[in-house]
């Protein structure tokens, strides 16, 4: 499994584009990078993934420059409601040799203030 | 839709004492996780299954024990429960490996 590493919090107001990298150093050929939001006292929430170059949903974007060796998830105008756990996860689709377990870091704690 | 349901939401344990949590997706997916997560910290996962019949353990499986006779759950069960328990379960089902997973809302254990 590749291993990630996250800063464990950062701090915004609302309305500013907040960025979080994660840097995964030994990601293997076939694995994705995924990013879960987590709020209090709810389980995590699937928000993007992707394999390499840029991938955006209504909800975020997700920027993996050529080596995929880091990974940044870019929230546009956050708001208070955005104030919550991010998790950058490193896994593979389908392949002979990665496992099957699903295993979440300590992630990055968003406060986005008023 | 119900997607990934947990029950019971709340308990509360005398230590020795023995329970299941129940989780239950709807969704035909094939991978399935338990997880606990500590005030305050990540999430670790305790036992995991990719189908019907086929369990293996996580990070800490140590005090738990699990069974997937069927596609759709997956109980989680503590034999003689410790305070070193006391946590939010999180069950969390996926159709493939590495492809989004979904969550179920948590039961929130406590051991006294």
């Known amino acids: 499994l590749a291993k990630t590493t996250q800063p464990i919090s950062m701090d915004s107001y609302e309305g500013q584009e907040v960025n979080i990298t994660c840097s995964h150093n030994n990601i293997a050929t076939n694995d994705y990078i995924t990013w879960y939001q987590q709020f209090p006292s709810q389980g995590p929430r699937f928000i993007i993934q992707g394999y390499k170059t840029k991938v955006t949903n209504e909800v975020a974007s997700l920027f993996i420059p050529a080596d995929r060796k880091s990974s940044t998830l870019s929230l546009p105008r956050v708001s208070l409601s955005d104030t919550a756990v991010y998790y950058c996860l490193v896994g593979g689709v389908e392949t002979s040799y990665n496992t099957d377990k699903l295993i979440f870091g300590t992630g990055t704690r968003l406060q986005v203030f008023p | 839709n119900a997607g990934v349901t947990q029950t019971p939401k709340f308990r509360i344990l005398k230590i020795g004492q023995s329970m299941t949590l129940q989780c239950t997706q709807d969704?035909?997916?094939?991978?399935m996780y338990w997880y606990r997560q500590d005030p305050g910290m990540g999430l670790k996962l305790i036992y995991y299954s990719v189908g019907a019949g086929i369990t293996d353990k996580g990070e800490v499986p140590n005090g738990y024990n699990v069974s997937r006779s069927t596609t759709e759950d997956f109980p989680l069960r503590l034999e003689l429960a410790a305070p070193s328990q006391t946590s939010v379960y999180f069950c969390a089902s996926s159709y493939r490996r590495a492809t989004e997973a979904f969550f179920g809302q948590g039961t929130r254990l406590t051991v006294v």
């Open positions: 969704m035909n997916h094939n991978y």
